[in-house]
């Protein structure tokens, strides 16, 4: 990383420069930088709307960047130890569907795990790229997910040789890793490329002592949250690029799905925040990750409640735990985790990123106090005291091996018929089913609805989870193949 | 020259008192802290710029929060003093014999090192030998200790600010799971009047409320606060708040400026509009 490269911030002195020169608007946005909409500006501030601007010769154009975007995108890629970088305005998921749509055409066979985000199926979908999919496994303890074991690797790249991409979800939202460097070594051996959805492991590129980022492992291709970790706005984001992929051809892919009309105020966030990780990133980050290692020791003493950490480690499907995550296994309470996440908000004021069937996580970041820590542990000690079960009949986790019958495209845009959820059973999806948080689909389209899927449903659904995807708001009836 | 301290009580209606000297002012960790001597209510501690006590005032505010819990059960012997830096909570505690333990929990030392120096009326009994301070966050401490305390005193600052963690319902959950069977919890709730304040003491009491299965409040007249109308909860395991055998007190001939048994038993009847608000709680 170029040190003084970074202290730099080219879209928001670009920004400034243009406040200076009091330039008149006769363009959009119409509301004329807040003028024309007083309460919204009363509302937002009139700083934040007097940047709301649109592409001009000063500012660039984010479809076809030359000057200043190109520079904040340069010094990106030095940030991130990147070939290069691209400024991402629609959330991570475009940067996940860029990575999937740029590395796979419609037919092509493209290797992950199933766990992955929705972003992962509208990119499979899109692109009517194939999944072969490989078992994450289930940590025993937990119930949740693992990275990918290197052996299941290898045999799944040996029984799809043609596949063009294997896609990793790196770091999990629980902060789990695989051995990236050695799936990077065994996909190039084979022409594969390497995707990784890094979208919870911004601070990888920055920190110390943190699991090995994705450019850094020698990926080809990675999807960075930085509103997450980061600190930029929400839905900003960037992709980035190792140095095989064609970047030109990346760019026109992203112009297929992203806006015209890119934000200066995302924008800029994502410049400014990138130069403070640049610049303070070793510090804040190992701030995070004190404030998390102290919340886990506190709240494991409540009792029933495991916040787990690197003790997890197992060399291979956890090959490394991010430990800026604050991850809490909740079966022991008797307590659903969505069922913590609910007491939480109702009942203490405390909003948590999500809870799923036995765990949840608790998000904590720079912006975070150490009595609001001191809340949550206190909280949670009297979630234990009041409201703790008898954990038996807590549903036993299942890894639901999917069984594709056709591409998530092909099944998206078939001929289909509406079916009661358990009807459904042995039909092929047309629709996706998640809980969102986490937004990890049950079933995806194309693949055949199995009893334990239906069943997961109905126990997530019991348990306060929010179910999406379905045409049907309710989540009570499925579209299937004919 | 004249030098006024002035605190806003609402957006539209502020206190002022003349100020003889500024004896002290710093930035702690945690707060600004001021100390002024003043002709009218004599030497005053201010943090963040709010009023905290005056010399001339506190016996009120310091003599309800700890004679009345201690009036209706007398044989309280631990005792837990969450905030309090100043020390007027303690000195009134440490003038029973019976009580052989006072864990005070103060999230700022420089409070009770400027209160020690500059405020020793109030603080002089910060020396006690039943006394152990511990400077860390109250929440925390209380989150650790079960079935210890047979009195909670909450001398709480503001709902926001570095006391805010005291006003959550996991702080009253954990303070209920910090006393022992007979326990109780006082805190102030602040006042009734102002709209802003009325809100904040209802949410308080409502917490307080929410945690015990006896909970009540009872009032005070502290001329620098803002209205002048003080409210402290009551919240109890077993206790009621007033009982005819809180006449015993009077045998302990503990002399003071403004409680008495007969007062004791008038604080707990309030205006109908707070009884109102604190039904609504």
């Known amino acids: 990383?170029?040190?003084?490269?970074?202290?730099?911030?080219?879209?928001?002195?670009?920004?400034?420069?243009?406040?200076?020169?009091?330039?008149?608007?006769?363009?959009?946005?119409?509301?004329?930088?807040?003028?024309?909409?007083?309460?919204?500006?009363?509302?937002?501030?009139?700083?934040?709307?007097?940047?709301?601007?649109?592409?001009?010769?000063?500012?660039d154009f984010l479809g076809h960047p030359v000057s200043v975007i190109k520079e904040a995108e340069e010094i990106a890629a030095d940030a991130f130890g990147a070939a290069q970088a691209f400024l991402m305005v629609s959330g991570t998921t475009s940067s996940v569907i860029?990575?999937?749509?740029?590395?796979?055409?419609?037919?092509?066979?493209?290797?992950?795990?199933?766990?992955?985000?929705?972003?992962?199926?509208?990119?499979?979908?899109?692109?009517?790229?194939?999944?072969?999919?490989?078992?994450?496994?289930?940590?025993?303890?937990l119930g949740i997910s693992m990275g990918m074991k290197l052996q299941d690797i290898e045999q799944a790249m040996d029984a799809n040789p043609d596949a063009v991409a294997i896609l990793l979800n790196n770091p999990t939202y629980y902060g789990i890793c695989s051995n990236l460097p050695a799936v990077v070594k065994m996909a190039h051996a084979r022409n594969m490329l390497v995707l990784v959805d890094e979208a919870h492991g911004t601070h990888f590129s920055f920190g110390r002592g943190l699991p090995i980022s994705a450019m850094a492992a020698g990926a080809d291709m990675a999807a960075v949250s930085m509103h997450k970790s980061g600190g930029s706005l929400t839905q900003s984001s960037f992709l980035l690029l190792g140095v095989k992929p064609n970047a030109a051809y990346v760019r026109q892919i992203i112009n297929l799905i992203q806006t015209t009309s890119a934000s200066y105020l995302l924008m800029s966030s994502l410049d400014i925040s990138r130069k403070n990780l640049a610049l303070n990133g070793v510090e804040i980050?190992?701030?995070?990750?004190?404030?998390?290692?102290?919340?886990?020791?506190?709240?494991?003493?409540?009792?029933?409640?495991?916040?787990?950490?690197?003790?997890?480690?197992?060399?291979?499907?956890?090959?490394?735990?991010?430990?800026?995550?604050?991850?809490?296994?909740?079966?022991?309470?008797?307590?659903?985790?969505?069922?913590?996440?609910?007491?939480?908000?109702d009942e203490y004021d405390i909003q948590i990123e999500m809870g799923d069937i036995g765990n949840f996580l608790a998000y904590v970041s720079v912006g975070d106090r150490m009595k609001d820590i001191e809340r949550l542990c206190s909280a949670l000690s009297e979630i234990y005291r009041l409201h703790r079960r008898n954990p038996q009949g807590m549903l036993d986790y299942e890894y639901i091996h999917p069984i594709v019958s056709c591409s998530p495209q092909e099944a998206f845009y078939a001929e289909k018929q509406l079916v009661s959820l358990e009807n459904s059973v042995s039909r092929v999806s047309v629709e996706l089913v998640m809980c969102y948080p986490p937004g990890i689909p049950i079933i995806a389209p194309g693949e055949q609805v199995t009893k334990s899927a239906i069943d997961y449903i109905r126990y997530a659904k019991a348990k306060g989870c929010t179910l999406t995807g379905t045409q049907n708001e309710a989540v009570e009836q499925l579209y299937v193949l004919l | 020259?004249?030098?006024?301290?002035?605190?806003?009580?609402?957006?539209?209606?502020?206190?002022?008192?003349?100020?003889?000297?500024?004896?002290?002012?710093?930035?702690?960790?945690?707060?600004?802290?001021?100390?002024?001597?003043?002709?009218?209510?004599?030497?005053?501690?201010?943090?963040?710029?709010?009023?905290?006590?005056?010399?001339?005032?506190?016996?009120?505010y310091h003599e309800m929060m700890v004679h009345v819990p201690m009036a209706i059960n007398p044989g309280i012997?631990?005792?837990?003093?969450?905030?309090?830096?100043?020390?007027?909570?303690?000195?009134?505690?440490?003038?029973?014999?019976?009580?052989?333990?006072?864990?005070?929990?103060?999230?700022?030392?420089?409070?009770?090192?400027?209160?020690?120096?500059?405020?020793p009326q109030t603080a002089g009994a910060l020396d006690d030998s039943r006394l152990t301070i511990y400077y860390q966050d109250g929440l925390k401490f209380i989150r650790k200790a079960q079935d210890a305390y047979d009195l909670i005193i909450v001398d709480s600052t503001d709902p926001f600010g570095p006391g805010e963690g005291l006003f959550t319902k996991e702080f009253y959950g954990n303070c209920y799971n910090g006393l022992r069977e007979n326990g109780i919890c006082v805190n102030q709730l602040g006042s009734p009047y102002y709209a802003n304040d009325a809100a904040a003491m209802a949410r308080a009491y409502g917490k307080l409320k929410g945690a015990f299965p006896i909970a009540s409040a009872y009032q005070a007249h502290i001329p620098t606060y803002p209205s002048g109308h003080w409210l402290f909860g009551f919240g109890s395991k077993t206790l009621a708040s007033a009982t005819d055998d809180i006449d015993d007190w009077n045998t302990l001939g503990i002399k003071t400026h403004y409680y008495n048994t007969r007062l004791h038993r008038g604080a707990f009847a309030l205006p109908n509009y707070v009884t109102e608000m604190l039904n609504n709680a």
């Open chain 1, 285 to 345: 980050f190992e701030t995070v990750g004190k404030m998390a290692a102290y919340a886990r020791e506190e709240i494991n003493q409540i009792g029933g409640f495991y916040a787990f950490g690197a003790e997890i480690i197992n060399g291979d499907s956890i090959y490394d735990f991010d430990a800026t995550k604050l991850s809490v296994n909740t079966l022991k309470t008797g307590l659903a985790g969505r069922e913590v996440y609910d007491i939480l908000r």
């Open chain 2, 77 to 119: 012997q631990s005792v837990l003093i969450i905030g309090a830096g100043d020390g007027g909570v303690v000195r009134e505690l440490a003038r029973y014999p019976g009580i052989t333990r006072m864990d005070m929990v103060e999230i700022d030392p420089q409070v009770v090192t400027v209160c020690k120096e500059y405020l």
């Open chain 1, 1 to 59: 990383m170029n040190i003084k490269l970074q202290q730099r911030a080219p879209i928001m002195e670009a920004l400034e420069n243009m406040k200076d020169k009091r330039i008149v608007p006769f363009d959009v946005p119409g509301h004329k930088r807040g003028k024309g909409s007083p309460e919204l500006t009363a509302f937002l501030g009139e700083k934040a709307m007097s940047l709301d601007v649109n592409s001009m010769k000063s500012l």
């Open chain 2, 1 to 60: 020259m004249e030098l006024w301290f002035s605190e806003n009580h609402t957006e539209n209606a502020r206190m002022s008192i003349k100020v003889s000297r500024h004896l002290y002012g710093a930035q702690s960790e945690f707060q600004r802290i001021d100390i002024f001597d003043s002709p009218e209510f004599g030497r005053f501690l201010v943090l963040d710029g709010v009023m905290m006590m005056t010399e001339k005032d506190e016996f009120a």
């Open chain 1, 98 to 141: 860029a990575m999937i749509m740029s590395a796979c055409k419609a037919g092509d066979k493209i290797l992950l795990t199933r766990n992955v985000h929705k972003s992962v199926l509208t990119g499979l979908i899109l692109s009517g790229a194939i999944p072969c999919y490989i078992d994450p496994g289930l940590q025993p303890d």
